[in-house]
């Protein structure tokens, strides 16, 4: 079941898909400066349904292979806004070992929203 469209595109796409209370998004590509304006959408579509039927989110970045600022930024917006709904959840990003920037990119989110971020 998806709860959310996905975005597709040949720099940047999202895989997304609901089961037993958790949306699993799979990030695939490059988010740079020209590909965030849609992540920003993408996220605010997660952040509706996760208002209404979502427990946890997974952001799996292992097939992601460029971040910028501007779509850490994105995050840490959806991050905040997030924090301020009274809804019990936990989001998880999963890396991929091989790249090490992966890690020290979502650090700052975990930081931001630790009682509910995690990486893996």
């Not at 089961?19 to 605010?44: C, I, K, Y």
């Not at 097939?63 to 840490?76: N, V």
């Amino acid at each position: 079941m998806t709860l959310v469209q996905d975005l597709q595109g040949d720099d940047f796409a999202t895989k997304s898909a609901y089961r037993a209370g958790t949306l699993s998004v799979e990030l695939v590509g490059s988010l740079d400066m020209e590909t965030t304006p849609r992540l920003r959408n993408f996220l605010t579509r997660v952040e509706e349904a996760a208002a209404n039927t979502v427990q946890a989110i997974v952001f799996d970045a292992t097939e992601l292979y460029l971040m910028s600022s501007s779509a850490i930024s994105c995050f840490a917006s959806f991050l905040k806004r997030l924090k301020k709904l009274n809804h019990p959840f936990r989001i998880t990003f999963r890396t991929n070992q091989a790249h090490t920037w992966q890690r020290r990119a979502f650090e700052p989110l975990a930081r931001l929203a630790g009682e509910f971020v995690s990486i893996e």
